[in-house]
């Protein structure tokens, strides 16, 4: 499986693969039409009170990302991750997120648990910035 992220922002490459927004917000100064996209699994994001809560505040992200952990337990967020997973077996997957901090974001959180599904052995995933 190759897993990737890349913000909104940057340029596609063509090694991206499947290339799934996986933020709850549309990315600010984007129009829909020109966002490269394949997928908008919005429903995978951190709840809203989590995402308010935490705020981007690198102080908070180990609270955030063990949260966030709780919330991809449970359905529906699960299935989707499960989604994911199987689709990321066949192809390539480029996460995207429309966040600075792509090491301290929701996004890493959930490769992190895709790598995990598939390579148990392999913690965490190197992003692409």
Request: aromatic content about 6%; proline content about 7%.
């Amino acid at each position: 499986m190759r897993l990737q992220i890349r913000r909104v922002y940057e340029d596609p490459d063509p090694q991206d693969g499947l290339r799934i927004l996986v933020d709850r917000l549309w990315p600010r100064g984007i129009a829909k039409e020109r966002l490269l996209h394949d997928e908008w699994v919005k429903e995978i994001a951190p709840s809203t009170d989590l995402r308010k809560w935490y705020g981007h505040q690198p102080a908070r992200f180990e609270e955030f990302r063990r949260r966030y952990l709780q919330e991809l337990r449970t359905e529906p967020k699960a299935g989707l991750v499960r989604e994911v997973q199987r689709v990321a077996e066949d192809q390539p997957i480029t996460l995207l997120t429309a966040t600075k901090d792509v090491d301290h974001s929701a996004a890493a959180v959930l490769a992190e648990v895709l790598g995990m599904l598939t390579r148990p052995a392999r913690p965490g995933l190197r992003s692409v910035q």
